[in-house]
């Protein structure tokens, strides 16, 4: 008989109460449903199946697209308290590869990334495994097509029978009522669905229309200067990110810098841990990387460019105000910004007349190209040029869909809240005064307790190296 | 790399190609750019920027050349020289010039980085007696190495012995790449600041901090190797010959026996080109005491090949010897004869210099 799920959650995590959705996953799980969990950003999904680890012998598989992130998660994990924890991603050496392959056995919890866990080699070595439970992280990356859209979730309804089809849970942030059955469908299971409400009736949510990029650069500025500390700015690419950082820093003196995968992982960490400390009042971040800022008390999140997506946006603006306390989300749209998202969504998709060559001479095309890699990957695993049109006709569509309801949430003239959640077939509260502000509303950060009062402090500089040193290494 | 960076690479006497300083850059020990490297004085490049991509630098000379600063010479391969005005501007503008460069390739400064980064961040947040903290993210066999290392070297006293030591080489160094040094660790209370900050802060490039930041790194690596030194066991293991392996078996069998260069390929199993290209890299990387330069390069031999070559060692060119030269003596002749004379060799042998 297992002591009961709160004595284990005292033990392991020294909390004497679970936040919400957590039982009930955890509850499903061990009553031996799969389950999908829907739970918004911050809820603490991760605990469900550290805790199921706890409890069950076995080693718990987690196969997440968030390559750059796993070792994030890795070292979190060790910081819990969690020693047997392993991660392959296409970035792990061949010799730590071996290493961690040949000691399988001893893991708790195993993270792969999804192109690892598609190699027959790797998954007749996991087939040896007695697996407790099977997580499938970001679950929604099943049905959606965007810039990190791996192919190899489409394989994990198969894998997942060559494993045995063990216990899974199947965890996102974010899911309508279309997406849960397709990830359904996709892992052929009927899971027990866990859902808690999206909302995040701290966070203020605001919408401002801008005429230009002159004007949208203006009003972030503007922001900055007066918002309190710390935030987060999402941009659409590495260089925006970059340059932004800098041109924030000059103009307005406070310690911003950049964080995306273009930077080395002792610099990524270095930046973070300066975030976490409260040595940096604002990061400059890009989508895929702001998610491992994993940090309480971020008190307002400013979206430079039109999310792909509401699935991703709330993902994203979630990362604000994790203590409960009063934040904000900003999202600066200038006319035309949806070109972007437009573009991205094209990129990577060959029309038909490629796919079509393609098939006729595989050898012909370079794989060097994202399209081309793609439809290779579906000639190998047998789809057909047919069933491939189809696919990306339907992704393309519902791509088309989720960004019309982006731009609907832009042009929101009542209550974006209503419109959001709306979206995810919840319905929100009536809305007040501290729920949103629509493109036409302005905004008071006084009213909103966000208004920054202490002046700007200086940008510390080096001091003496060695007083410095001694600090470091010498305890008084 | 900013252009001013790479200002600093260039000369206004010698044109350089390009690809040379990416490929020292990208850590590509072909013979070519191995011996270019050293006629350039670039030798310490190798490998500082292993991730750099082909033609990486590409827009970097190109914004000198647009600037006037340099220019591109027509040869077969692209080579830049500086103008007149690229050098004024590279003598007013000095650049950081590391103490320790002529080290650099004898060392493995990735394994040497992320052993001394890691250990300090250890051995901080042990005299600081916290117990959880996040780890720098570094390779499975760094943290092994590290580990390893802590178990044995833990004693009440381990933080200050490495303080002292740390101190003791910082104090060799100018006071800014002290303070590169010690602000880049990561440890208690102290997430480090990265490159780039300390670029802003310090107002100099990237580059020129990294270079900082790789001197301190060099300097208390060649500390370590005392054998009393803290950090010993983890950073003396770093220190490598300049040359690979392979090549020093070949050097070995061809100053150990008698054997002919072919029969020594025969005996290792390897190609008669590859001996070569082993003998070339070694002669390069080497002093030149350590080379039978007298076998390999005959008195006669060196004295026919010095007549028939111009006096500016980068003028030679082996599809300009006569055809005959050309039969008689091959490509590997003709380099080792300018490593040789590169080394200061031809002042012994009568050149016609003298
Ligand atoms: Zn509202």
Known sequence: ?476 | MDPEDLLHLLDDQQARRLRVIENLLRGRKTVSTLYWGQRYDLLFLLGLAKHLDRGGLDATAQALVSQKLATWTPNEQPQLRLTAKGRQRRDQVPTYQPQTRALWPQLSLAVARQRLLLSVQVVSQYAHRTARYYPLTTDLATRQAVRQWFHQAKSPDLATRIFTALTASLTQLPEKTAQVLTAGFSGYQQPGLTNQQLAVDLHQTPWEIYLRHVDGVVRIAQDARQADHPLHALLAPAWQTAVTRSAQATLRAVTTTALTLDQVATQRQIKPSTVREHLLEAAIMLPVTALPYERLLPQATRQTLLAALPAQLDDWEYTALPADLQARFDFFTFRLLAIWCDKGGAGHAGTPND
């Not at chain 1, 590869?97 to 070595?125: D, G, T």
């Not at chain 1, 999310?307 to 979630?318: H, I, T």
């Not at chain 1, 079509?356 to 990957?377: C, M, V």
């Open chain 1, 1 to 476: 008989m297992l002591e009961p799920l709160t004595t284990s959650l005292q033990t392991v995590f020294g909390y004497s109460e679970f936040r919400a959705g957590q039982k009930a996953a955890l509850t499903a799980l061990e009553a031996g449903h799969d389950t999908l969990a829907v739970l918004p950003t911050g809820a603490g999904k991760t605990l469900i199946y550290q805790l199921y680890g706890y409890r069950h012998p076995g080693c718990v598989l987690i196969v997440s697209p968030l390559l750059a992130l796993m070792t994030d998660q890795v070292n979190r994990m060790r910081l819990a308290g969690f020693r047997r924890v392993a991660a392959i991603t296409s970035l792990t050496s061949y010799g730590e590869r071996q290493s961690i392959l040949a000691h399988l056995e001893q893991y708790q919890f195993l993270f792969l990334s999804p192109e690892m866990l598609a190699q027959p080699a790797m998954l007749a070595r996991l087939g040896q495994l007695t697996l407790s439970l099977l997580v499938i992280d970001e679950a929604h990356c099943i049905v959606q097509w965007g810039p990190d859209f791996r192919p190899e979730y489409l394989l994990l309804g198969a894998i997942r029978e060559k494993l045995g089809s063990p216990l899974t849970l199947m965890l996102t942030a974010t899911a309508d009522h279309a997406t849960k059955g397709e990830i359904a469908k996709q892992l052929r299971t009927t899971p027990t669905v866990v859902t808690e409400s999206l909302d995040r009736p701290n966070i203020f949510l605001d919408v401002e229309p801008v005429a230009n990029d002159a004007a949208k650069r203006e009003r972030l500025l503007a922001l900055v200067t007066q918002l309190v500390f710390p935030g987060v700015i999402y941009f659409s690419s590495k260089q925006l990110a970059t340059d932004m950082a800098q041109w924030l820093r000059d103009q307005t003196g406070l310690a911003v810098a950049a964080y995306h995968a273009g930077l080395s992982s002792e610099d990524r960490f270095k930046i973070q841990q300066q975030f976490m400390q409260g040595d940096l009042a604002v990061i400059c971040a890009t989508s895929a990387f702001g998610m491992g800022i994993d940090k309480n008390d971020v008190r307002y999140v400013i979206h430079y460019h039109l999310p792909a997506d509401l699935g991703s946006y709330a993902q994203e603006m979630g990362r604000a105000g994790r203590d409960g306390q009063p934040s904000l989300a900003v999202l600066l749209y200038t006319p035309g910004d949806e070109r972007l998202p437009l573009t991205l969504n094209q990129a990577n998709r060959p029309d038909d007349a490629t796919i079509q060559r393609f098939y006729a001479h595989p050898q012909a095309f370079s794989r060097n190209d994202p399209g081309i890699a793609l439809l290779t990957f579906y000639l190998q695993h047998g789809i057909s040029a047919t069933a491939v049109q189809a696919l990306f006709e339907r992704r393309e569509k519902e791509r088309g869909h989720a960004l019309a309801q982006m731009l609907a949430y832009v042009r929101e003239p009542c209550c974006l809240r209503a419109r959001w959640l709306a979206a995810f077939d919840e319905t929100a509260p009536a809305h007040h005064e501290a729920c949103c502000a629509p493109g036409k509303v302005p905004i008071d950060l006084t009213d909103l307790g966000l208004k920054r009062q202490a002046p700007t402090p200086p940008t510390p500089v080096a001091p003496d190296w060695q007083a410095q040193l001694r600090r470091l290494l010498v305890a008084d």
